[in-house]
């Protein structure tokens, strides 16, 4: 596996991908995590924004990831994405694998049109006639042929979500991080996106990590739910629901009881852990998106 590592804390060059130590098989997990750390600074204290995580994500099936807000659950995706670097630990990926993410808002360049914007995500430049053949198979495969020639002023919010969702599905990834993508669309949109999403891993099996702050969409979604709380990891949840899920049954409103418990154990402390000796120059200032 490649790993991502952090200046001299981390063992090498900033940003640079690391292949020292690794296994040389390309089999075995998506992403591991051993032993993360990832601090930021503020009003002269640390906050530990992801505090000793380890965690392996299978190359195959959706991981949920719930917690309150500041829990570090958008920190921890963005270390897995390499956006940033631990302080400490390592990140692991398979070599040659290929990520995509998807953000909580579509982020699309309003120059471009539906079908521009998804080509950015092979890289941009001059398109070959592979390239485009592969946009529109993608643009039909999230239900975008009727919009490849609109812009993104032109677009409603679901279907500005399903562009990014094709942006990042183009360029057929191992392993797709998505953070609250549908959190800004209503019930019925957001169920509609959740199943193409589901629909989609039928065709190709590849690796989901996705941040939701919905206990619902969490159990609706996920293969394996893991609850964040300062930090840390609080609890590993394999889902044995099989699809379609009913969501009304016994076991699904257990499930979700039982996760909302889990959140509720520790009510008030939902701000992440604080350095008792805080060095904070060493850390970057924190902002309010990162965590």
């Known amino acids: 596996m490649v790993r991502l590592t952090r ?3 981390g063992g090498g060059v900033p940003g640079r991908e690391s292949d020292r130590g690794s296994p040389s098989s390309h089999d075995g ?12 600074a503020v009003d002269g204290r640390v906050i530990r924004a992801v505090d000793g995580v380890d965690l392996e994500i299978a190359a195959a099936g959706i991981t949920t990831v719930v917690g309150p807000s500041g829990s570090g659950k958008t920190t921890l995706l963005r270390l897995a994405a390499g956006l940033k670097l631990p302080d400490s630990g390592s990140v ?3 070599p040659g694998s290929k990520l995509s993410f998807v953000f909580q808002e579509p982020r699309l360049l309003m120059s471009l049109t539906v079908e521009g914007n998804i080509l950015l995500g092979l890289g941009g430049g001059r398109a070959a006639r592979g390239d485009l053949d592969r946009v529109r198979e993608v643009e039909e495969l999230v239900g975008l042929g009727e919009f490849r020639r609109a812009y993104p002023d032109q677009l409603s919010g679901g279907i500005a979500q399903r562009a990014a969702l094709g942006r990042a599905l183009v360029r057929n990834p191992d392993l797709l991080l998505m ?9 019925p949109l957001r169920r509609r996106l959740q199943d193409e999403l589901l629909s989609i891993l039928k065709l190709r099996a590849l690796s989901v990590v996705f941040v939701t702050h919905d206990l619902a969409e969490a159990v609706y979604l996920g293969d394996r739910i893991l609850v964040l709380r300062r930090g840390r990891i609080v609890r590993d949840e394999a889902v044995v629901l099989g699809r379609p899920r009913d969501m009304r049954s016994a076991i ?6 039982s996760l909302a418990q889990t959140l509720d ?5 939902t701000s992440p852990s604080f350095d008792p000796e805080p060095s904070p120059s060493r850390y970057p200032k924190l902002k309010e998106d990162i965590v």
């Open 29 to 40: 997990p998506a992403l591991r995590l051993e032993a993360v750390h990832r601090c930021f």
């Open 179 to 187: 953070d609250e993508p549908f959190s800004a669309l209503d019930a």
């Open 7 to 9: 200046g001299t804390r």
């Open 265 to 269: 154990s520790d009510a008030g402390a």
């Open 252 to 257: 699904a409103c257990r499930l979700q009881d």
């Open 92 to 94: 692991w990926r398979r």
